[in-house]
């Protein structure tokens, strides 16, 4: 570099300094702020998602770049979630072991100060959030390519946690190993689900003996993957991380847009933000016509379905369950309206919760 071009770079970095010190101050009033609000809150609910997604959404609105609004939101994600600390730190329990998607998903949505709990399965997930030993859980609820997580949805049905927020994920699956090169590779291990999304890249990529072999979890194949150098895990970035694992090839999915949908569930309603959803589930007695009469009333009153999921009920052989998201507050008028008259003429309906639209 020329004395010219130092010169230059040194202005540039004592620029940075100067404004780096005034962002740090700047912070530490926010945060001030926010310790402030917690103490207002005098030891409530001090989570508010509502309030998350309107300053998250007015920062992309304000973002005049160079940076994207995305990121300039994800950024006040992680300055939130600081605030957040001070005021509480609170507990995220999701579908483990560390590093699936699911904590991924948690960690996008709270941010990195929020503690995330690994539970073995969803079932435990809602249980440890009911029996309050985690503040909220994060649950998958559909993949663009793989549909609902049934398990999700049935517990749902009975659960005593509301929806309180949404995350939606770019789903990238790569092919990790220890070694590099794809030479003697004899088994890939993933969950079943990630191993149907990179069917024809392996089809393409592999030899045709190398087995697949479906486990719980991609967090659990990078693991294994981890112990032996002639298996390969198909697992994310996450993944990849906590194992020390080579990435051989990267966004392997066979389908670009893949996108994982999860739930956030918590003890508590979420209030009004201005882009609102609400989900429903609705239970009918027959099939053929019930689908009618559940989705007419909704239709009549101008609410837009996002999401109409159909699943057997559990309790009743012919009977079936509706899982609706519809755009739009609980008390809008035209949802109470649908909703009263979705009430005469289903067996019943749960409102499982109005919540934020995801931001980022
Ligand atoms: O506005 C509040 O209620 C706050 O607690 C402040 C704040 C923030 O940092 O902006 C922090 C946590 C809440 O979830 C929402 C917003």
């Keep these: 570099m020329s004395d010219e071009q130092l010169n230059l770079l040194k202005q540039h970095r004592d620029a940075i300094d100067a404004i780096d010190a005034q962002i740090l101050k700047l912070i530490n009033q926010r945060a001030e702020h926010a310790h402030t609000i917690g103490v207002i809150k005098g030891g409530g609910v001090v989570y508010r998602p509502e309030r998350e997604a309107q300053v998250l959404t007015r920062i992309k609105e304000l973002n005049q770049g160079p ?20 005021e509480k730190p609170l507990t995220i329990a999701y579908l483990g072991p560390e590093g699936t998607f699911t904590q991924a998903a948690a960690v996008k949505h709270f941010g990195h100060a929020a503690s995330t709990l690994p539970c073995a399965s969803i079932d435990e997930v809602f249980r440890i959030v009911e029996a309050g030993s985690a503040d909220y859980a994060v649950a998958p609820v559909e993949n663009s390519t793989e549909g609902a ?25 790569h092919l990790l190993r220890v070694s590099e090169g794809l030479d003697g590779i004899k088994r890939v291990y993933s969950h079943a689900q990630s191993l149907a999304q990179c069917h024809e890249w392996l089809n393409k990529n592999l030899p045709a003996d190398v087995e697949r072999i479906s486990v719980s979890s991609n967090a659990e194949a990078a693991r294994l993957a981890s112990l032996d150098p002639s298996c390969a895990a198909i697992a994310g970035d996450a993944a990849a991380e906590k194992y ?44 053929a016509g019930a689908l009618h009469a559940v989705a007419e009333p909704l239709a009549r009153n101008g609410v837009s379905m996002t999401k109409f999921e159909s699943r057997p009920s559990r309790t009743g052989l012919w009977e079936y369950v ?18 009263a008259e979705l009430q005469q003429v289903a067996a019943f309906v749960k409102v499982l919760g109005s919540y934020p639209q995801a931001v980022i």
């Design 67 to 86: 940076l994207s609004g995305e990121a300039a939101a994800r950024l006040f994600r992680e300055i939130m979630s600081e605030c957040l600390a001070l």
């Design 149 to 173: 997580v049934g398990r999700t949805l049935d517990l749902m049905v009975a659960s005593s946690l509301q929806i309180c927020g949404e995350v939606v994920l770019r789903i990238h699956h």
């Design 244 to 287: 020390v694992l080579n990435k051989l090839a990267q966004n392997i999915e066979d389908e670009p847009n893949n996108t994982t949908r999860f739930l956030v569930l918590g003890k508590q309603t979420a209030a009004r933000s201005g882009r609102d959803k609400t989900s429903l589930v609705i239970s009918a007695p027959n099939r």
């Design 322 to 339: 509706f899982f609706a998201d519809v755009e739009g507050f609980i008390d809008d008028d035209n949802m109470q309206t649908a909703l």
